[in-house]
């Protein structure tokens, strides 16, 4: 068990629908990020909130519409996805002050499957 | 981000201690190391990190040359259980900068 939930585990869409990732942690952390993971390679970064707000966008489509409504909930809306966005979608967790010595907390994925 | 370099893949012995080595020479003098680990399927779990010394928790030992130019990640007693994509990370102290940049990872296989 993680302590950074993600839901749903699993999502199958197609190419018109519109849908949302969801993502839910509890320990306070202020900083919250997207991943992107495609098959047997490493996690790529897509998107970090700091304090609520888009603090970086690694130049993702604009089909991935990410948004921050409180601080313990991070969602991924989708919409016009491709095949090639298939993948595995991690969020991640992070405490902001003293940053760089607190390490990122990652909930389990769910794994998009884009028809 | 400074670059890592890690071997792609390594076999070790169930029961064994595994030396994991990564090789970190342009690291600046701020950055610290960190190491995580990914299992099938699941997403990446933090292991340990460090800037300077030599650390140790539950998990494992991370040891960090003086130099700083490479560290060693020792799973004192490898069980099956650890078999995992194992990525060890410098990371950026630049202020505003919380991202963490993979590489692409030693692939160890635990075996009985």
């Known amino acids: 068990d993680t302590e950074v939930t993600q839901t749903p585990k699993h999502l199958v869409m197609g190419m018109t629908n519109k849908k949302s990732l969801k993502c839910e942690q509890h320990m306070g952390h202020r900083a919250m990020y997207w991943y992107k993971q495609k098959a047997k390679k490493p996690p790529e970064l897509m998107f970090v909130y700091s304090y609520e707000k888009l603090s970086i966008n690694e130049s993702v489509p604009s089909r991935f519409s990410p948004e921050c409504p409180n601080s313990s909930l991070l969602n991924l809306h989708l919409h016009a996805l491709q095949p090639e966005d298939s993948a595995l979608y991690l969020c991640?967790?992070?405490?902001?002050?003293?940053?760089?010595?607190?390490?990122?907390?990652f909930g389990n994925g769910t794994r998009l499957t884009v028809t | 981000d400074a670059k890592t370099t890690q071997p792609p893949s390594m076999d070790c012995a169930e029961g064994r201690a595994a030396n994991l080595p990564c090789n970190h020479s342009?690291?600046?003098?701020?950055?610290?190391v960190y190491w995580y680990r990914q299992i099938h399927s699941q997403g990446p779990q933090y292991i340990i990190h460090?800037?300077?010394n030599n650390e140790t928790n539950e998990m494992a030992s991370l040891i960090i040359t003086e130099d700083r130019k490479s560290s060693t990640l020792i799973l004192p007693h490898a069980t099956l259980r650890d078999t995992a994509v194992y990525y060890c990370i410098v990371r950026a102290t630049a202020t505003n900068d919380y991202k963490l940049s993979f590489g692409a990872g030693t692939t160890v296989t635990v075996r009985a």
């Open positions: 460090g800037l300077k």
């Open positions: 342009t690291i600046s003098g701020n950055e610290y």
């Open positions: 991640a967790s992070s405490q902001i002050r003293d940053s760089y010595n607190s390490p990122l907390h």
